[in-house]
């Protein structure tokens, strides 16, 4: 029997009864070696879980079909994930656009790691297509966007860029940590690999670490497995594990985490201390138009700034009890961070230095009314 429907693959991709014992949840095979039926003689393919492990093996299946690709890769995290992928896919000399507010993380792999191996970054405004047209050169293998962006939420079209991408021979890349695969299918759009953190919504639970890519084009998706083995920043077996129980509750969490982050975004606009809120389900967000067409829904991030400045951020990320300060995002939690000094502390003195008087928050599943008492009563100090 076949399925498509999302919250259905979520459950059952990947995931069938156990064979042996009818054992409905997957067994973590927490095994590092397997025995073999005389020399080269494999049971199912599998000689070493560096290179493959039924968990994991879980995992990728059920992350592919969730983004409509062909291949799905599972990694010990979100950067070890984008390591592996520009190492296959960039050398000394090539070229990739990044975003001009991009993941403090990626940022920091480009402009440190990356730049040093030889492998040349620009950082440019991605809601703009033609300035990332105009930002290509014939050494460009990659146009790398997030979309949403972390932390300002701009939008990028995935259909302009992956046509601006093709035209020049290189693979449209999209961070789709911030939407998941229930929000947005980047693959169906136009895009040749997506990028997960798998920490963060497929997770959902601040338990667990991962990172994950899925790629449209098998041959590409088997460059990636070689560099998977070779690297070695494999998802371990009971993480693979995590990860796949998270899954199944996405849809259900992201439709509560989207009616969450609408309730507070409505309370934020109407407050004196708030000087302006970053969320692409507002109307006059500049890339509304663009999420309303390629995502289902908005998310569960919301950024905003103060009129009183890095001090007032700072006060407010202080004073709050049901959001709890910390960095990443995603899980059922909700979460409260100052970026400047966090997770973007990476980016100060660069063109992609964000706001002093930024707040970031990760709208968790928490009752909507709780949330929002407990952000104006943060902001009424």
């Not at 040093?116 to 991605?126: K, L, M, S, Y």
């Not at 990860?243 to 849809?251: A, S």
């Not at 951020?313 to 009890?321: F, H, N, P």
């Not at 059922?332 to 973007?344: D, F, W």
Request: with cysteine.
């Amino acid at each position: 029997m076949t399925f498509d429907g999302f919250e259905t693959l979520a459950i059952h991709a990947g995931q069938e009864a156990d064979a042996e014992t009818g054992a409905v949840v997957l067994p973590i095979y927490q095994t590092s070696t397997y025995a073999q039926d005389g020399v080269g003689g494999l049971r199912g393919g599998y000689e070493y879980s560096r290179t493959a492990n039924p968990t994991r093996g879980a995992l990728e299946e059920c992350l592919a079909a969730l983004e409509s690709g062909t291949r799905g890769l599972a990694f010990a995290s979100g950067m070890a994930a984008e390591d592996t992928l520009l190492r296959a896919i960039a050398g000394p000399g090539d070229h990739v656009i990044i975003p001009g507010d991009a993941y403090g993380g990626t940022f920091r792999l480009f402009s440190t790691v990356l730049q040093r191996w030889g492998v040349a970054w620009e950082a440019v405004p991605q809601s703009d297509p033609e300035a990332v047209r105009r930002a290509v050169r014939p050494e460009t293998v990659a146009i790398w966007t997030e979309t949403p962006t972390n932390p300002l939420l701009n939008i990028s079209d995935i259909e302009a860029l992956a046509g601006i991408a093709h035209d020049a021979d290189a693979l449209l890349v999209v961070d789709n940590t911030f939407a998941s695969p229930y929000l947005q299918r980047p693959l169906t759009l136009g895009a040749d690999v997506v990028v997960h953190s798998t920490t963060k919504y497929l997770g959902g639970h601040s338990d667990v670490v991962g990172g994950a890519l899925v790629v449209t084009d098998p041959e590409l998706g088997e460059r990636l497995a070689f560099h998977q083995n070779t690297m070695g920043a494999v998802a371990g077996p009971f993480d693979a594990w995590l990860t796949l129980r998270g899954v199944k509750t996405l849809g259900v969490r992201m439709d509560r985490h989207c009616a969450n982050a609408e309730r507070i975004v409505d309370e934020l606009g109407r407050h004196p201390e708030v000087s302006e809120v970053f969320y692409p389900g507002l109307a006059d967000h500049p890339g509304h138009a663009v999420a309303a067409r390629q995502m289902r829904g908005f998310g569960g991030m919301v950024s905003f700034r103060l009129r009183g400045g890095e001090e007032a951020a700072l006060k407010v990320c202080e004073r709050t009890s049901v959001f709890t300060l910390g960095e990443s995002l995603g899980g059922v939690e909700s979460l409260i961070e100052h970026p400047g000094r966090m997770t973007h502390a990476s980016t100060a003195g660069s063109p992609l230095e964000v706001p002093a008087d930024l707040v970031r928050l990760s709208v968790g599943i928490e009752s909507a009314d709780d949330l929002v008492a407990d952000l104006v009563k943060a902001l009424d100090g």
